[in-house]
């Protein structure tokens, strides 16, 4: 079973930058990403890569963060720069693999203010 583990993440100053790595076990995997949650919202997609390698972004932060990925890897990247207190959430990284869409366990960003 594909397994997702995040690092990165923690406290940072508004302005800030901060970077999210997600490594996923496994065979063909297929598309990955990230998606957010803050208290009391939906999750969010924030940035992924589609299974023919387009890159989709939030409005919210198009300009701002950037995704990047090692495919002989299984490894995500997401580049967060100029960070805004309503950034602030669990950060999920996902992987597709056979139909499957599979999950991390999360990893909290904090923006102050």
């Known amino acids: 079973q594909t397994q997702l583990v995040e690092s990165g993440g923690g406290l940072v100053q508004a302005g800030g930058s901060l970077s999210l790595s997600c490594l996923a076990s496994?065979?063909?995997?297929?598309?990955m990403g990230w998606y957010r949650q803050a208290p009391g919202k939906q999750r969010e997609l924030v940035a992924g890569?589609?299974?023919?390698?387009?890159?989709n972004y939030a409005d919210s932060v198009k300009g701002r963060f950037t995704i990047s990925r090692d495919n002989a890897k299984n490894l995500v990247y997401l580049e967060m720069n100029s960070l805004k207190p309503e950034d602030t959430a669990v950060y999920y990284c996902?992987?597709?693999?056979?139909?499957?869409?599979?999950w991390g366990r999360g990893t909290q960003v904090t923006v102050s203010s």
């Open positions: 890569f589609t299974s023919g390698g387009r890159i």
């Open positions: 996902y992987a597709d693999q056979s139909g499957l869409r599979y």
């Open positions: 496994g065979f063909n995997i297929d598309a």
